[in-house]
């Protein structure tokens, strides 16, 4: 039975709430997605797009007072507040400066889901050997960060544009090889996000305008309210989780996803 596109919009809500903060690839997750469902259209990839501000609000909301904290702080000029602003900024740069003179290229690759599933195996394979390689640390903070530990880590989220590697995964990865905990290093990763997404949804949506019409506001909308939910619930308690089991569930999950996925589609 063929999906309404309201039905299919909140089964892609839903997936990007439950994946955006997770080392699986939320996008990956959304473009396999929208090929299972038959959602497609010239609005289909601005839609997978915009509802991450749904996810990305979710962070905002779970961090409120760690948010208006560093904001006090900042007005008193707070040594770590300050040092929280620029990791963050530090870590965004390099994917604003990529992602503008690569958008086009980034655009044909989420048209692609074989590229997606191929990258949920190689990243799982990946994160299974990090885990390996990387020795527990003492718990630090995002404010305690070397600025350029923070930069590197925003280098490396620049691998996440290809789809299926996931942001999430390439920024706690690339942390933890550079000796950041755990913990610190997946929050980190959270707080990336708002300004790495916002970015991201903002200049994609200027790109594709012209693809939208009125129906898409109304999914867009439904699917943005679906991923907060979801991601909300994610985001409360991921931290807990990684803490305890680490890595590997995810890096195993992805391997899974990703060898169906390339089965199916050479099968289609």
């Known amino acids: 039975m063929e999906l309404t596109p309201i039905l299919q919009a909140i089964l892609l809500g839903l997936i990007e709430g439950l994946t955006e903060f997770l080392p699986v690839s939320s996008t990956g997750h959304l473009i396999l997605g929208s090929e299972l469902l038959g959602f497609k259209g010239e609005g289909s990839v601005a839609f997978t797009i915009a509802i991450q501000l749904g996810a990305i609000l979710a962070v905002v909301v779970a961090y409120w007072q760690r948010f208006t904290g560093v904001a006090r702080g900042l007005l008193v000029r707070d040594s770590g507040a300050i040092a929280f602003v620029r990791n963050i900024l530090l870590g965004f740069l390099p994917a604003v400066i990529i992602g503008v003179f690569a958008y086009k290229a980034i655009r044909q690759l989420l048209e692609n889901p074989m590229v997606v599933a191929i990258a949920l195996v190689i990243g799982g394979f990946a994160i299974l050997l990090i885990e390996r390689l990387v020795q527990p640390k003492e718990s630090g903070s995002v ?14 989220q620049c691998l996440a544009m290809v789809p299926g590697v996931s942001r999430s995964g390439a920024t706690i990865m690339g942390a933890l090889l550079m000796g950041v905990d755990r913990r610190t290093a997946t929050e980190f990763s959270f707080f990336l996000a708002i300004p790495t997404m916002f970015g ?27 991923a907060f939910l979801a991601a909300l619930m994610v985001v409360r308690g991921a931290v807990a989780f990684i803490s305890r089991h680490g890595f590997a569930p995810f890096a195993w999950y992805r391997i899974a996803l990703g060898a169906i996925a390339i089965v199916w589609l050479l099968m289609k």
Do not use: C, P, R
């Not at 404010?143 to 490396?156: I, P, R």
């Not at 594709?208 to 506001?217: G, I, K, V, Y």
């Open 200 to 226: 991201a949804t903002v200049y994609a949506l200027y790109k594709e305008w012209e693809n939208l019409s009125f129906d898409d506001a109304g999914l867009i909308a439904t699917g943005f309210g679906v």
């Open 143 to 156: 404010e305690t960060m070397h600025w350029q530990t923070a930069a590197k880590v925003g280098v490396v």
